[in-house]
T-cell receptor
């Protein structure tokens, strides 16, 4: 079946460094991807999205890269701050048009001061 | 600013009780979703609704039912709570999206941590 997976369960970075969180997706026809941030005890929060007709999209301190050739998605966080500590997970929209997304398991980002 | 609210942040119930979890969104979204989130299992879809009075089973509907009487409100019902339903419950909503029916971003509520004793 379809799945969205993250390469590493935990990523530890030094404050001020850049972070890169990766995600692999399995359905080459998926047309929309989202990154979410979930802090402890809270609901997931939308960070950034990208449609399949793009390969890069930038937000404030975050960049999402999409490589459709290898079905890979990444989230880059510039100058990582302690407030960035959270679980990050990606989601893909498969070509079913039901409104349902497929979510990855999540990567925990730990920022060391 | 998008807003999805859930009726309780924390809830403690006893086995066999009927439990209602309420979710309200103020974005006029057509789609609404209920998930549960457990360590190591990620987000699992329980039920979703794409219109008033419409509902579809998700991946794990057993032991749950839902109600959508108004567009902005989507309720999750545990008919007879059991200890294995102890979990974090998350509600989300999304618009129907652009032409062709493509989905749009799902926005989540803060979650309800339910404990069944």
């Amino acid at each position: 079946g379809e799945s969205v997976g993250l390469h590493l369960p935990t990523l530890s970075v030094q404050e001020g460094d850049n972070s890169i969180i990766n995600c692999a997706y399995s359905n080459s026809a998926s047309d929309y991807f989202i990154w979410y941030k979930q802090e402890s005890g809270k609901g997931p929060q939308f960070i950034i999205d990208i449609r399949s007709n793009m390969d890069k999209r930038q937000g404030q301190r975050v960049t999402v890269l999409l490589n459709k050739t290898v079905k890979h998605l990444s989230l880059q966080i510039a100058a990582t701050q302690p407030g960035d500590s959270a679980v990050y997970f990606c989601a893909e929209n498969p070509p079913s048009n039901t409104g349902k997304l497929i979510f990855g398991q999540g990567t925990t980002l730990q920022v060391k001061p | 600013d998008v807003k999805v609210t859930q009726s309780s942040r924390y809830l403690v119930k006893r086995t066999g009780e009927k439990v209602f979890l309420e979710c309200v969104q103020d974005m006029d979204h057509e789609n609404m979703f209920w998930y549960r989130q457990d360590p190591g299992l990620g987000l699992r879809l329980i039920y979703f609704s794409y219109d008033v009075k419409m509902k579809e089973k998700g991946d794990i509907p057993e032991g749950y039912s839902v109600s959508r009487e108004k567009k902005e409100r989507f309720s999750l019902i545990l008919e007879s709570a059991s200890t294995n339903q102890t979990s974090m419950y998350l509600c989300a909503s999304s618009s129907r999206g652009g032409s062709g029916g493509s989905t749009d971003t799902q926005y989540f509520g803060p979650g309800t941590r339910l404990t069944v004793l």
